[in-house]
């Protein structure tokens, strides 16, 4: 039974330590998201990434799964804001377990992306291949048990994977985060037999000690064939 690590059992929501709160207190993301208003310190891990590999655009239509509190919506509002406060040019839907805090123009959808019914809601929503860019920071409740939690992430990115694929057009992006550790190489595979062209990114915002790592993949490859028809259909998800 060994813990993967950086890996913080989130299950168990134990009070956090003195030394978390301390690095929390003293961390320069954290300040950093205080001060421009982002719900959590991991906006700055979508910042990073979008400044090296420019994924978002203006006009975008973008799914982000796993949204809560919010601080990825917020960027990915913040990119497709039309000036003097008009609106977005583009569309995002936002989906997670939990509850979250409307944030202007972000249509949200409360779900478990495991469930069919959830699915099929997001499916209906957003439609055919019309996103532009699918992000995930989807995390599972961690037991701490090392192959249950890896098996947990590998689903999870299954999953957006295979959203991704039934939904993006032919230049879309896919960003996961991920866990680098057991059946991640699975995952680095997966990713290969999906996308024409695949990158590892670990952001400077995401804690030195962590094994969190996020995968992008761009342009789906049309040999790829994603899993489930309920995701599949319904309405189309237009930028315009
Ligand atoms: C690290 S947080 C995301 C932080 C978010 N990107 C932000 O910037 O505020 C991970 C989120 O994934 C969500 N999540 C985990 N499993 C999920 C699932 N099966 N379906 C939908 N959301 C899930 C959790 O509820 C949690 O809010």
């Avoid at 655009?57 to 913040?78: I, K, N, T």
């Avoid at 040019?89 to 202007?104: K, N, T, Y």
């Avoid at 699918?134 to 890896?150: E, I, K």
Wanted: proline share 6%; glycine share 10%; net charge positive.
């Amino acid at each position: 039974m060994r813990k993967q690590p950086g890996y913080r059992a989130m299950s168990k929501r134990r009070k956090p330590g003195r030394a978390w709160l301390a690095r929390h207190i003293d961390d320069p993301y954290v300040k950093r998201a205080r001060a421009h208003g982002y719900r959590s310190r991991a906006a700055f891990k979508l910042i990073e990434i979008d400044a090296r590999d420019r994924l978002i655009r203006p006009g975008m239509a973008v799914v982000d799964l796993g949204s809560a509190p919010g601080a990825w919506s917020q960027v990915l509002r913040e990119r497709l804001a039309r000036p003097g406060g008009a609106g977005i040019d583009g569309r995002i839907v936002a989906l997670d377990l939990l509850p979250m805090e409307p944030i202007a123009d972000v249509t949200f959808l409360q779900g478990d992306l495991r469930d069919e019914a959830t699915l099929r809601q997001l499916a209906a929503t957003v439609g055919g291949p019309t996103l532009d860019l699918v992000v995930s920071d989807m995390a599972p409740n961690l037991s701490g048990v090392a192959a249950a939690d890896a098996a947990r992430m590998i689903d999870l990115v299954e999953l957006a994977v295979a959203f991704a694929l039934a939904h993006l057009k032919p230049d879309g992006a896919l960003l996961v985060k991920c866990f680098h550790g057991s059946g991640y190489s699975q995952l680095v595979e997966l990713f290969g037999h999906s996308f024409v062209r695949l990158a590892v990114r670990k952001p400077k915002a995401s804690r030195a000690g962590s094994a969190e790592t996020y995968l992008l993949g761009r342009s789906p490859k049309a040999t790829a064939v994603p899993a489930g028809a309920a995701m599949q259909g319904g309405a189309g998800l237009d930028a315009s």
